[in-house]
C-alpha cells in the first residue's frame, strides 16, 4: 500500500460547473482504481492524502501535478504504509462553494475535519489539518 500527501493551488477563477465535474471526476478515478484518502479544497488551497497501489496512487497524483489549473504542487510525503488510514475517499469544500453537496464531500470546518479523519492516521495528518484550517481560517 503507497501514500503520497502533497499540497498546492488551484486557480481561484475555476467556474463552479468546472470544479464540480472535477471533483466527480476525482471520486470517479479513486473508485475504478480503489484509491482512498482525503481531498480538501478551499480559496485555492488544495491538500490531499492518495493511498492504494503504488501505481495508481502515482498515476493520479501525475494527474494531478501536470494539471493546468493546478500550481505549486508539493510532497509532503510519500511512502508505503501497512494499512489504509481512510476506508474510502473524503473531500472537504468551502461550504459556500456549493460543492459540499457531492457524494463522500464534507463542507469544511475544524468540527468537521475532526469527524471525518480518522484517529488510525496519525498525530502528523491531524497537524496538516489544523495547519490546513488555520490558513484558511476555519473555525
Given amino acids: 500500500m503507497h501514500q503520497i500527501v502533497f ?51 502515482r498515476n493520479l497524483f501525475v494527474k494531478f501535478n501536470q494539471h493546468p489549473r493546478v500550481t505549486g504542487v508539493t510532497i509532503l510525503h510519500e511512502g508505503q504504509i501497512d494499512v489504509r488510514g481512510f476506508q474510502d475517499l473524503k473531500m472537504g469544500f468551502n461550504k459556500n462553494d456549493g460543492l459540499a453537496t457531492l457524494p463522500e464531500a464534507f463542507s469544511l470546518s475544524v468540527n468537521s475535519m475532526a469527524a471525518v479523519i480518522p484517529r488510525e492516521v496519525g498525530l502528523w495528518v491531524k497537524s496538516l489539518t489544523d495547519s490546513f484550517a488555520r490558513v484558511n481560517k476555519l473555525t
Fill in 7 to 57: 499540497s498546492g493551488f488551484i486557480h481561484k477563477n475555476v467556474d463552479k460547473t468546472i470544479r464540480v465535474k472535477t471533483a466527480t471526476r476525482l471520486r470517479e478515478i479513486c473508485e475504478q482504481d480503489n484509491i482512498t484518502g482525503l481531498f480538501m479544497y478551499m480559496d485555492g488551497n488544495l491538500i490531499s492524502i492518495l493511498e492504494g497501489a503504488e501505481s495508481d496512487v
